[in-house]
């Protein structure tokens, strides 16, 4: 029987703490503001950028939805991102993805002044984060980091699997696991003989976007098990990669879903975004140390 990891309850007490600090911003005349562009129509899409825009209200920090056409031009779109960059009263800028194929994503992540990137997407805050230099780290597996340490386990010397090669949850997570001293596989699509992998890991991260793809076979016993999926299912059920039934009789901690990493994901931004507004009141670039 594993302990169920809450995104409820860690994500409140991030989301306080975050809270407090743009409190103690707003004293000294910094209302912290963070814009989040959304391009088009996607419904999942449109409603991460609600629930980002309710978590902002809920910390005192303001929130600028900039809702653009998906016909939208990429040139069009740098102009919207070159004007948030000038203005001194935006402290964070979030492009929601996907773009659409008309438009080269990672150019226009990069447009985002690394500062001001509290998704930590742009190659200057990656190769920070390859470098272990101060940056913002991608909120996901920000997230993922906190629960794991919330667990009070040793992260160093641990065996970490991660499942999943995106730029947003998988890379970065590896990078912070090895960041913590965990010796770190990395797996995906090609990966051969993935369930020995798997069920080798200590720690095992599933960032796969596939309803049921980790199922019990995969558990180490005692292993701590995060589920980054957010699947919805043909009854319209949520549920995430793994099989929870079948893995948390194995697991010594796992996460659940709905309430695990997602609503982390968003307590992590709001942080981030407390943190680019105190580093640009300070007159500092974010790459500076403290
Ligand atoms: N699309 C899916 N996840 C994310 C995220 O964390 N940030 C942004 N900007 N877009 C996303």
Same mark, same amino acid.
């Given at each position: 029987?594993?302990?169920?990891?809450? +995104?409820? @309850?860690?994500?409140?007490?991030?989301?306080?703490?975050?809270?407090?600090?743009?409190?103690?911003?707003?004293?000294?005349?910094?209302?912290?503001?963070?814009?989040?562009?959304?391009?088009?129509?996607?419904?999942?899409?449109?409603?991460?950028?609600?629930?980002?825009?309710?978590?902002?209200?809920?910390?005192?920090?303001?929130?600028?939805?900039?809702?653009?056409?998906?016909?939208?031009?990429?040139?069009?779109?740098?102009?919207?991102?070159?004007?948030?960059?000038?203005?001194?009263?935006?402290?964070?800028?979030?492009?929601? %993805?996907?773009?659409?194929?008309?438009?080269?994503?990672?150019?226009?992540?990069?447009?985002?002044?690394?500062?001001?990137?509290?998704?930590?997407?742009?190659?200057?805050?990656?190769?920070?984060?390859?470098?272990?230099?101060?940056?913002?780290?991608?909120?996901?597996?920000?997230?993922?980091?906190?629960? %794991?340490?919330?667990?009070?386990?040793?992260?160093?010397?641990?065996?970490? @699997?991660?499942?999943?090669?995106?730029?947003? @949850?998988?890379?970065?997570?590896? %990078?912070?696991?090895?960041?913590?001293?965990?010796?770190?596989?990395?797996?995906?699509?090609?990966?051969?003989? %993935?369930?020995?992998?798997?069920?080798?890991?200590?720690?095992?991260?599933?960032?796969?976007?596939?309803?049921?793809?980790?199922?019990?076979?995969?558990?180490?016993? +005692?292993?701590?098990?995060?589920?980054?999926?957010?699947?919805?299912?043909?009854?319209?059920?949520?549920?995430?990669?793994? @099989?929870?039934?079948?893995?948390?009789?194995?697991?010594?901690?796992?996460?659940?879903?709905?309430?695990?990493?997602?609503?982390?994901?968003?307590?992590?931004?709001?942080?981030?975004?407390?943190?680019?507004?105190?580093?640009?009141?300070?007159?500092?670039?974010?790459?500076?140390?403290?």
């Amino acid at each position: 029987m594993a302990e169920i990891i809450s +995104g409820k @309850v860690l994500a409140a007490r991030i989301k306080a703490q975050a809270a407090q600090q743009a409190a103690k911003l707003r004293e000294k005349g910094i209302s912290v503001r963070l814009a989040v562009i959304i391009v088009g129509e996607n419904p999942a899409s449109k409603a991460y950028v609600r629930g980002k825009a309710k978590d902002c209200a809920e910390c005192g920090i303001l929130s600028d939805v900039l809702e653009l056409p998906q016909s939208i031009t990429e040139s069009e779109l740098l102009g919207k991102i070159e004007q948030l960059n000038q203005d001194d009263r935006v402290h964070g800028i979030l492009v929601q %993805l996907p773009l659409p194929p008309q438009i080269r994503e990672q150019s226009v992540i990069n447009a985002i002044l690394p500062q001001k990137d509290v998704d930590g997407f742009t190659d200057i805050n990656t190769g920070r984060l390859i470098s272990g230099e101060e940056c913002f780290l991608p909120c996901t597996p920000a997230g993922c980091i906190e629960m %794991l340490k919330s667990t009070g386990m040793q992260i160093a010397g641990k065996d970490a @699997v991660v499942i999943g090669r995106s730029n947003i @949850v998988g890379k970065p997570a590896a %990078l912070m696991l090895c960041a913590e001293n965990a010796t770190v596989t990395l797996c995906h699509s090609h990966t051969e003989n %993935l369930k020995e992998k798997c069920a080798a890991a200590d720690i095992l991260i599933a960032a796969v976007g596939k309803a049921g793809f980790v199922t019990g076979d995969m558990i180490k016993p +005692g292993a701590v098990v995060i589920d980054v999926g957010i699947n919805r299912t043909a009854d319209g059920t949520l549920c995430g990669d793994v @099989v929870f039934d079948e893995a948390e009789p194995k697991a010594s901690y796992i996460t659940p879903v709905p309430g695990g990493v997602g609503l982390m994901t968003r307590a992590m931004l709001m942080m981030n975004t407390v943190r680019a507004a105190r580093n640009q009141a300070q007159g500092r670039g974010d790459g500076e140390k403290r």
